[in-house]
């Protein structure tokens, strides 16, 4: 049987790739929190690429365990249990939940601050209605204003 070292490569090679991932997004949190957008356009091409890389090690670790004519870590783990392998599975499914959480919580900073300029456009192109009001020859009149943007929908 061919030897698990090459896995067991491959899924440290993966956890050091999540842990950038993680700290790219730190980056990109503080970024929504501080509200830079430059900071921002600089973290997406870091993000894409270690995303690509990620990729690119799943599609390793998958021809990997088949080579090792096994379908699933899991499966590879009950045969080795020696090996490791059940540690690096478990630091990956810890890096994996310490993503998600991090991804949640960039998207509420991201629905927030999109809520936050969706609320200002709406100040800004609300028309202001002023109550009617009687002219000097006792005629009720509507004084309406522009909005401070004139919008078309």
Not at 2 to 23: A, C, D, G, H, N
């Amino acid at each position: 049987m061919k030897s698990v070292e090459p896995l067991k490569t491959v899924l440290q090679e993966m956890i050091t790739v999540y842990e950038k991932l993680l700290e790219v997004g730190n980056e990109k949190q503080a970024a929504l929190i501080k509200g830079d957008p430059e900071l921002l356009l600089t973290i997406f091409p870091k993000e894409s690429a270690l995303i690509k890389e990620i990729s690119h090690l799943e599609d390793r670790r998958q021809q990997e365990v088949i080579s090792l004519q096994r379908e699933t870590l899991s499966e590879l783990i009950a045969e080795h249990p020696f090996a490791d392998l059940s540690t690096y599975q478990t630091q990956l499914k810890a890096k994996l939940t310490d993503l998600e959480k991090q991804h949640e919580l960039n998207r509420q900073l991201v629905e927030s601050s999109l809520d936050y300029i969706n609320s200002m456009l709406s100040l800004f192109t609300q028309k202001q209605e002023q109550p009617l009001t009687y002219s000097a020859k006792n005629y009720m009149q509507a004084n309406t204003s522009r909005s401070f943007f004139d919008a078309k929908v």
